[in-house]
């Protein structure tokens, strides 16, 4: 046993589980690459300032949550609390922005760290994939995008979510709001920290989970009854969209998101089997973000939906994916020159595209066999000295457990056609 330990409110991926995660990755990522939508990377980490501007000084995730530290030469660099902030710098700096082809659409996949207390279904590494849309002001985006995440849930067998939807407001009506707002909070009996905090942000204490904070907000306006007639029409037109394409989704007129830089459309996709933690996703519309971070007027939208809760949320419904295995054939040599031949032709069965093992360490038959089959393979090769001396290999159809011999030279031909 090592001396070391994964860091507290971290976890190790590990085989054959980790191919589930993998396999949640890919079903969310699927329909963004049919959809427009490009693969972006960034850092994993990013200059201070950059979620300061970007997410809000007010929000938990840069008062409490981030890792920050100074390099050699003096730089403030935080390990990537979260990746919307990151993908909108990225884009700035290539100017994409700029080659005319208005919205910018990318996805990501990776990781986030956040100091928080730990539980299930929060850690302090997590991973997430999300997509963007960048630069264009229009109800049809958000709508793509909401409907897109519901179809790699729905893709995974998932039912038991649902989609809660909001507006935000604008800079037209949001500040008509927020003075509402800050109003009715400073006649409540709330403790400084979040006093101070409905000073910078008032909707911040809005999402606020504690239910002695939850129970005097009870009365509390709602942002609905203070949009413009612009931001009405835009959220009515969402929700046509979305209800058009046969998503069902939840009113919710005090969702809120946990960063500064949502405007309008927010969501958030939740499932009731996760107990406290039930987000699994969620996202909305940042029209301000790249100002707030030296770029100019970039209207934009995305999501970004957990990894490890989605996880969860398929163990809660019950759901197995079907995860083909990553071995089709586990050749098992017995002695020296069995090997040399086997694993010959292990390596052609690769570069033709057949995924192939090998049984290595000098293992005897029965427990070479035994690896086969937790290997998950459909065909095991058996090759020892009698077989040698007669020019075949056995070929065991682990299903079946049919065995039949068959030419050393036929192999390759011959696992071909059996497996497509």
Same mark, same amino acid.
């Given at each position: ?144 995008? @909401? @409907? ?273």
């Amino acid at each position: 046993m090592s001396t070391f330990k994964a860091p507290k409110g971290t976890y190790d991926l590990l085989p054959p589980e980790s191919a589930k995660f993998l396999a949640v990755r890919e079903a969310i990522a699927a329909p963004l690459r049919n959809s427009g939508y490009g693969y972006i990377e960034t850092p994993g980490f990013e200059n201070v300032e950059l979620f300061a501007r970007g997410v809000g000084e007010s929000t938990d995730i840069v008062t409490k949550e981030m890792y920050v530290f100074e390099t050699k030469g003096g730089d403030r660099l935080a390990l990537r609390p979260e990746t919307t902030a990151p993908v909108l710098r990225a884009v700035l700096e290539a100017n994409l922005h700029k080659a005319g082809n208005l919205p910018v659409k990318v996805w990501y996949s990776g990781s986030q760290y956040r100091y928080e207390r730990p539980q299930k279904g929060r850690y302090r590494h997590f991973s997430q994939v999300g997509a963007e849309a960048i630069g264009a002001e229009d109800p049809a985006l958000d709508a793509e995008l @909401i @409907i897109l995440a519901d179809q790699s849930y729905r893709a995974l067998g998932l039912r038991n979510f649902r989609i809660l939807l909001n507006s935000l407001g604008d800079q037209e009506c949001r500040p008509v709001y927020r003075a509402a707002l800050q109003d009715f909070l400073r006649g409540l009996d709330l403790d400084e920290d979040t006093l101070r905090r409905a000073e910078i942000n008032p909707l911040r204490v809005l999402d606020d989970k504690r239910p002695e904070v939850q129970q005097q907000l009870t009365d509390a306006p709602l942002l609905r009854d203070y949009l413009c007639d612009a931001c009405k029409a835009y959220h009515e037109e969402v929700r046509d969209l979305i209800t058009a394409a046969g998503v069902v989704f939840e009113d919710d007129p005090k969702l809120v998101r946990g960063l500064d830089y949502y405007t309008r459309t927010t969501f958030e996709f939740v499932h009731d089997g996760l107990g406290s933690q039930s987000a699994v996703g969620g996202g909305g519309r940042y029209d301000g973000l790249s100002e707030m971070i030296g770029g100019p007027s970039l209207p934009s939208v995305g999501w970004a939906l957990g990894v490890d809760r989605t996880v969860l949320a398929l163990e809660a419904e019950g759901i197995e994916l079907d995860i083909p295995s990553a071995t089709s054939v586990y050749a098992v040599p017995l002695g020296e020159e069995a090997r040399r031949i086997l694993f010959a032709k292990v390596t052609e069965l690769r570069k033709n595209g057949v995924a192939a093992d090998f049984s290595y360490g000098g293992k005897g038959l029965k427990a070479a066999m035994k690896a086969a089959n937790r290997s998950g393979a459909r065909y095991a090769l058996v090759l020892g000295e009698r077989d040698l001396a007669d020019g075949v290999v056995q070929l065991k159809d682990m299903e079946s457990g049919e065995q039949t011999a068959i030419g050393v030279n036929e192999i390759v031909a011959e696992l071909e056609s059996r497996l497509g």
